[in-house]
């Protein structure tokens, strides 16, 4: 995951220490390790950010682009765009009715941020939000997502636990294989990695991971 500090902005002001590319930077550098970050960002922040971290594998917008460790081009398929202007009107609307609310346009998705926003109120639009884009979106492979304080379009198969159905196709009982995350997103990562695998939650809220940590100081001890 891309995580700030403990106490940095969450959100599309979060983006990853030295701390963190120190720990990622040892990580990949063992050629025992595959080590992946599955972010929602897009593509261009996280090559920003990791870009020039050696054998680190890159995937953006929940795995719908990839960079492959110890490659410098990313993968993935060609995005379609044609549904973003009906979409748009929706969460223009409702960013129109609700102070501190924002839209962000990804490649493959766009993004409804209401961080900023009263809390109850902004979870309440939330909520009238994606039920309103359920039923605008039945029919086509586009689904609303509820993320940490985001309300994400996008398409089915743009999701993280996809991404790791592929990835770990290879694997095999006995390797050791380690998913982390934080987001409601991370909970279909959860859900394909193997029972004997090791699945851990930062922070609080219900998880199909196996393990928690309460914050990521602990998690990076």
Avoid at 46 to 58: E, M, Y
Avoid at 97 to 105: K, M
Avoid at 117 to 127: I, Q, V
Avoid at 136 to 164: D, Q, S
Wanted: hydrophobic residues 40%; charged residues 30%.
């Amino acid at each position: 995951r891309d995580q700030g500090r403990a106490r940095a902005p969450v959100g599309r002001e979060a983006r990853p220490d030295e701390e963190l590319k120190r720990i990622l930077t040892d990580l990949a550098s063992d050629g025992a390790n595959q080590v992946y970050v599955v972010s929602g960002r897009k593509a261009a922040d996280l090559q920003h950010w990791l870009g020039l971290i050696p054998k680190l594998g890159l995937a953006a917008e929940h795995g719908a682009r990839w960079r492959p460790p110890n490659s410098a081009d990313w993968q993935g398929r060609t995005a379609d765009t044609k549904w973003k202007d009906g979409v748009r009107t929706i969460l223009q609307h409702f960013a129109d009715r609700t102070p501190g609310s924002l839209i962000e346009e990804k490649e493959f998705a766009l993004v409804w941020h209401y961080r900023a926003t009263e809390p109850e109120f902004g979870e309440w639009l939330a909520t009238e939000l994606v039920a309103m884009l359920e039923g605008m979106l039945a029919e086509t492979e586009l689904r609303a997502y509820r993320g940490n304080k985001i309300v994400e379009v996008k398409p089915m198969w743009a999701n993280k636990g996809a991404f790791a159905r592929e990835l770990l196709a290879p694997c095999r009982e006995g390797d050791f294989v380690l998913g982390v995350g934080d987001d409601r997103t991370d909970e279909d990562l959860f859900e394909e990695l193997a029972p004997w695998a090791l699945s851990v939650h930062v922070v609080g809220g219900p998880t199909k991971a196996r393990f928690r940590v309460p914050d990521i100081r602990a998690l990076r001890r």
